[in-house]
């Protein structure tokens, strides 16, 4: 089936086979959420699927439709100078998108704490803060059917 949307994430670095490795939430097109979790290094721990209702899985997709042109302007790989901490892999669609601890910035805010760090990565802020608002309209019509989706959680509400 092909993927709607899709969230990832896990950390840097761990212990082979030993901690935390993170989760994913892929919505399917035929209105399935595979809920994975995983051990380090993207080994696969757990697997629970759900049924998204037709009129939830087309609010979705009209999400990811009505988004489809600033998607395809984000870069694969998005850098705001981080090191290590937490993946963030985005599936909107054919599009993926890699980011490392991924975070709303407000713009104004950080042009004037820090303006360096808004000039060498101000095209990324723009980017990341375009992928947070698809990711949170995705997230508001899951909590609707009763799915809690956050950038380091998943749990079902019901």
């Known amino acids: 089936m092909h ?21 994913s939430v892929d919505i399917l097109s035929n209105g399935i959420i595979e809920y994975k979790t995983y051990i380090f290094d993207n080994k696969e721990k757990s697997r629970e699927t759900y049924q998204v209702d037709d009129s ?5 997709k009209d999400i990811v439709t009505f988004y489809n042109k600033k998607i395809d302007e984000i870069p694969n790989h998005l850098d705001n100078g981080s090191c290590d901490g937490d993946g963030n892999f985005f599936t909107f669609m054919d599009k993926k998108i890699i980011a490392w601890n991924i975070e709303y910035t407000d ?13 060498l990565y ?24 009763g799915f809690k989706l956050t950038i380091s959680s998943f749990s079902v509400i019901k």
């Open 107 to 119: 713009i104004e805010e950080i042009q004037k704490k820090n303006p360096s760090y808004y000039e």
């Open 56 to 60: 939830s899985l087309q609010k979705i």
């Open 122 to 145: 101000r095209e990324n802020i723009q980017y990341e803060n375009r992928i947070l608002i698809i990711f949170v309209r995705i997230i508001k019509v899951l909590e609707a059917i």
């Open 3 to 23: 993927i709607i949307f899709g969230y990832q994430t896990g950390p840097s670095y761990g212990e082979i086979e030993e901690q935390d490795g993170g989760f």
